[in-house]
């Protein structure tokens, strides 16, 4: 069992930063990916961001250049960094990790999502 928790949404004016935190309880070089998606009314989670335990990143396209992640191995904490905020990245953030049993069973585990809004 892995629990994710989430903090630093908000609302941000366009052009604006915010970053987002995620601690889990498991030590995070044993989860084999740990990240962050986003998922706004009537449209489906989608990736944003997500960092393997070999240290290998992903992004989206749509975030290129604007977001970062992160992580602070120490504190078992994944970061996401956004600046450039645009209206459309308005959404409900999850943090995200997928652990591999012993016997190689995948588990997915979700945060309970953090609100984002980007408005003026």
């Known amino acids: 069992q892995v629990q994710l928790v989430e903090s630093g949404g908000g609302s941000v004016q366009p052009g604006g930063s915010l970053t987002l935190s995620c601690t889990t309880s498991?030590?995070?070089?044993?989860?084999?990916?740990t990240g962050w998606y986003r998922q706004t009314p009537g449209k489906e989670r989608e990736l944003v961001a997500q960092?393997?335990?070999?240290?290998?990143?992903d992004y989206a396209d749509s975030i290129l250049g604007r977001f970062s992640i992160s992580r602070d191995i120490a504190k078992n904490t994944v970061y996401l960094q956004m600046a450039s905020l645009k209206r459309e990245d308005t959404a409900v953030y999850f943090c995200?990790?997928?652990?591999?049993?012993?016997?190689?069973?995948?588990?997915?585990?979700w945060g309970q999502g953090t609100q984002v809004t980007v408005s003026s």
């Open positions: 498991r030590n995070i070089l044993q989860l084999y990916r």
């Open positions: 960092v393997s335990a070999d240290g290998n990143i």
């Open positions: 995200y990790a997928k652990f591999f049993s012993d016997w190689g069973t995948p588990f997915d585990y």
